[in-house]
């Protein structure tokens, strides 16, 4: 008994002492969250990246790919450049009827985007061609993506200053002809040559897992082997090259396993002997990055093609007069499928969530958790804090409303007598927040809803429904008090901490970066938008109230 009453006392001491410096100890952890994101990018927190899978073994093999076969990459390398000219179909025709010469069993697949609303138009169509090396040792079921798309991610770097990924399909090609001749694969390899640049890829993607798109026509795919367990991608538009980029992506959240990116970075390293980078190369401060051309725009449209896919990256090869080229990347790519051909299952003990620094430091999603949950922390504190200060208010004004009435009707009221009516103007209160905190999410799901169904994305900076939508969103609070008023001087004191734990519940949310990429719209017309209409409410509330 002594025990629990020393227990209660010491939980009520520590909860005065927050109540009492909430606001202190809420700037406190803000401003630690955001020194903690000062911090992230150096060395403090990160860790040398390691290899959790041991059946790997990255750059133990003995590579083949010779002279010879750069030789042959470079004839196909002049084909590819021929077939600029040519139309998807035929383009598809050509290189399937070459895959095929190799002994490979091959298809090809159209599609077709259209855009979504009452005047459908297409925007997006074109002809995926893939073949499968079948492994001579298995059954079937597990399976390896090499693939190159047939535009570049950087357009003008080709040899023409077009976007053709000439030597990325050319290395497909000639890889697709050497590759077959081993025996010892343990999992089939899919070769793909996607059109476009992302379209195909995600139509090609959808088509294999049996996936449908309500503004998506393909053709099926008949020619299918087992579940892709890792996927490569080659991006060499030029001649040569100076470094490699290693591009990865994910979906909801999850990136691709980083013992798959360790793999190819110690393989581009060492094997390769060439630099490695991950994502882009260091861009002028100077250069805006909502411009279309900026290469992290790309990025935007990767995520918005995402499909359901395994462990995926992408090798860019950065144009450059030398001194890399067609042995360096085939060296690559074959020391890395041999790698991959040695694992037993899936890859999953590594992390998936994660922030690479460079291709030998990261940050595992317990260390940059960190900001999020201080900010989260903070703005809920304080809003437990406000909502405490708040009650006592309430019960305040409810005692002197009772004491008043007690005075002028004492027969009717008594001092021990609660107040219904104030508690339920109380509760009126409470109401008429949450109402409006749940009206500005709705909002912004419907404006959202209309910008994807009725504005083509290449008019977007023209359409009027940007604006329109602009305008709702910012004339929201207005609109709010002046059609639905708060009945009380002291709503704010209840909308206020509801706004705050609100906002520190959904600070860990909009915290992940492919939520700040992929899903920006979204995250930001529904989720973002409303908390800033609520922060202009209580200020208004505040001023006006």
């Known amino acids: 008994?002594?025990?629990?009453?020393?227990?209660?006392?010491?939980?009520?001491?520590?909860?005065?002492?927050?109540?009492?410096?909430?606001?202190?100890?809420?700037?406190?952890?803000?401003?630690?969250?955001?020194?903690?994101?000062?911090?992230?990018?150096?060395?403090?927190?990160?860790?040398?990246?390691?290899?959790?899978?041991?059946?790997?073994?990255?750059?133990?093999?003995?590579?083949?790919?010779?002279?010879?076969?750069?030789?042959?990459?470079?004839?196909?390398?002049?084909?590819?450049?021929?077939?600029?000219?040519?139309?998807?179909?035929?383009?598809?025709?050509?290189?399937?009827?070459?895959l095929q010469s190799f002994g490979l069993r091959s298809q090809t697949q159209s599609y077709a985007f259209s855009s979504i609303g009452t005047d459908s138009q297409i925007i997006s169509n074109g002809t995926n061609v893939h073949a499968i090396l079948h492994a001579p040792r298995t059954d079937g079921s597990e399976a390896l993506v090499?693939?190159?798309?047939w535009q570049t991610r950087k357009p003008g770097s080709d040899i023409r200053g077009a976007n053709i990924n000439v030597r990325g399909v050319a290395s497909v090609l000639a890889l697709a002809e050497y590759l077959i001749t081993f025996n010892l694969w343990s999992k089939d390899i899919i070769f793909l040559i996607a059109d476009g640049y992302l379209d195909g890829t995600h139509a090609w993607l959808k088509a294999y897992h049996g996936l449908s798109q309500s503004n998506l026509k393909m053709e099926a795919l008949e020619l299918k082997t087992g579940s892709i367990w890792a996927a490569l991608n080659i991006d060499f538009p030029f001649h040569s090259f100076s470094h490699i980029g290693i591009d990865y992506e994910g979906i909801n959240g999850q990136l691709p396993n980083l013992d798959l990116i360790n793999t190819v970075a110690h393989i581009v390293r060492w094997t390769g002997s060439c630099p490695v980078t991950m994502h882009s190369e260091p861009l002028e401060p100077s250069y805006p990055s909502y411009l279309p051309d900026h290469p992290e725009a790309h990025h935007l449209d990767q995520k918005a093609y995402s499909a359901p896919t395994e462990s995926t990256i992408?090798?860019?090869?950065?144009?450059?007069?030398?001194?890399?080229?067609?042995?360096?990347?085939?060296?690559?790519?074959?020391?890395?499928?041999?790698?991959?051909?040695?694992?037993?299952?899936?890859?999953?003990?590594?992390?998936?969530?994660?922030?690479?620094?460079?291709?030998?430091?990261?940050?595992?999603?317990?260390?940059?958790?960190?900001?999020?949950?201080?900010?989260?922390?903070?703005?809920?504190?304080?809003?437990?804090?406000?909502?405490?200060?708040?009650?006592?208010?309430?019960?305040?004004?409810?005692?002197?409303?009772?004491?008043?009435?007690?005075?002028?009707?004492?027969?009717?009221?008594?001092?021990?007598?609660?107040?219904?009516?104030?508690?339920?103007?109380k509760g009126d209160e409470i109401i008429w927040s949450l109402s409006v905190i749940g009206f500005t999410h709705l909002v912004g799901a419907l404006v959202y809803t209309s910008l994807i169904r009725y504005i083509d994305p290449n008019q977007a900076r023209n359409s009027v429904q940007i604006y329109l939508s602009l305008l709702i969103l910012t004339s929201l609070p207005l609109l709010i008090l002046k059609f639905n008023p708060p009945r009380k001087m002291k709503t704010v004191m209840i909308f206020e901490p509801i706004q705050l734990m609100l906002s520190g519940d959904l600070s860990g949310v909009l915290y992940n970066h492919i939520v700040h990429e992929a899903w920006f719209l979204p995250v930001f017309v529904t989720l973002i938008a409303p908390l800033l209409v609520h922060s202009v409410i209580v200020r208004l509330l505040k001023t006006f109230y």
């Not at 922030?355 to 809003?383: D, N, W």
């Not at 007690?406 to 103007?425: A, D, V």
Request: no cysteine; proline share 3%.
């Open 1 to 98: 008994m002594e025990n629990e009453i020393k227990r209660f006392n010491r939980r009520k001491l520590l909860t005065s002492f927050i109540t009492s410096h909430a606001t202190q100890l809420s700037s406190l952890l803000i401003l630690a969250a955001y020194l903690a994101g000062f911090i992230l990018p150096t060395d403090l927190l990160s860790r040398s990246t390691y290899l959790s899978e041991n059946a790997i073994l990255p750059g133990q093999v003995n590579t083949y790919w010779s002279w010879d076969h750069v030789h042959k990459a470079d004839r196909y390398a002049d084909l590819v450049d021929q077939w600029r000219g040519f139309d998807s179909v035929q383009r598809a025709t050509q290189i399937k009827r070459l």
């Open 314 to 425: 992408s090798l860019f090869a950065y144009p450059a007069d030398g001194p890399h080229g067609f042995h360096t990347i085939g060296t690559i790519i074959e020391s890395s499928l041999r790698s991959l051909n040695n694992l037993l299952e899936r890859l999953h003990q590594s992390f998936f969530l994660y922030l690479l620094q460079s291709e030998s430091k990261f940050l595992s999603v317990a260390m940059y958790l960190i900001v999020p949950l201080l900010i989260g922390i903070g703005l809920t504190i304080k809003g437990l804090a406000k909502w405490g200060i708040a009650n006592q208010e309430w019960e305040k004004l409810s005692s002197l409303q009772i004491n008043q009435k007690s005075l002028l009707s004492p027969e009717k009221f008594g001092l021990g007598t609660p107040n219904i009516q104030f508690e339920n103007q």
């Open 146 to 149: 090499l693939m190159a798309s």
